[in-house]
């Protein structure tokens, strides 16, 4: 099992819609996560970051952590279709930052 | 502002042959890590830097080897390509090791045959 799992999807989405994109994580010991956006062929660029139980909003995006539940998650609202991508999810360990899977988003118009 | 620069971009290698990877970033970053991409595998972490004149080993070490060279610069090296090495790698900079916003490169597509 790996340490950061993210559902591969493909997600689909229609445009203006609520694209909820969901991550788990196994060391109970981790303090910081971050999701990051991948388009294709490009590379990763961090989006968000959380460090407290709750949530954290910017813009149309909005992160939640549960430490309880090691459950982290990406909202975004009223997607459109440049937020087509893929969403990594990646979790702080002792200076590794460790990454999930990733999770394909389509946006259709 | 060039950010972090990885050379090559791409290249095709044959069973056994050798490369090593160059990355150098020019925002005086302490950390430095390099991760490779495989389809449905996300990014996986080959070896770190968290400051000059220090490295570890990450999720997939084997196969790899690295050199700090300073605080700008840090390679990686295949010393004996297998094909199970074909992958696109990144080279990535933090400010600190406990930052987690890390800045990558525009990656290097690497075959081995």
């Known amino acids: 099992q790996k340490e950061v799992e993210q559902n591969s999807g493909p997600l689909s989405v229609p445009e203006g819609a609520i694209a909820s994109l969901n991550c788990t994580y196994s060391?109970?010991?981790?303090?910081?996560f971050f999701w990051y956006r991948q388009y294709s062929g490009k590379s990763p660029e961090l989006i968000m970051f959380?460090?407290?139980?709750g949530d954290k909003e910017d813009g149309r995006f909005t992160a939640q952590l549960n430490k309880a539940s090691q459950y982290v998650s990406l909202l975004i609202r009223d997607s459109q279709p440049s937020d087509s991508a893929t969403y990594l999810c990646?979790?702080?360990?002792?200076?590794?930052?460790?990454f999930g899977q990733g999770t394909e988003l389509s946006v259709k118009p | 502002n060039a950010g972090v620069t990885q050379t090559p971009k791409f290249q095709v290698l044959k069973t056994g042959q050798s490369m090593t990877l160059q990355c150098a970033q020019d925002?005086?970053?302490?950390?430095m890590y390099w991760y490779r991409q495989d389809p449905g595998m996300g990014l996986r972490l080959i070896y770190y830097?968290?400051?000059?004149?220090?490295?570890d080993k990450g999720e997939v070490p084997n196969g790899y080897n690295v050199s700090r060279l300073n605080k700008r610069e840090f390679s990686l090296r295949l010393e004996s390509a297998a094909p199970s090495q074909t992958s696109v790698y990144f080279c990535?900079?933090?400010?600190?090791?406990?930052?987690?916003?890390?800045?990558f490169g525009e990656g290097s597509r690497l075959t081995v045959l």
């Open positions: 830097s968290a400051s000059e004149g220090t490295t």
């Open positions: 990646a979790v702080n360990q002792g200076g590794k930052l460790i």
């Open positions: 925002m005086n970053h302490n950390s």
């Open positions: 959380i460090y407290s139980n």
């Open positions: 990535a900079s933090a400010v600190g090791w406990d930052t987690g916003e890390l800045f």
């Open positions: 060391d109970r010991g981790s303090q910081s």
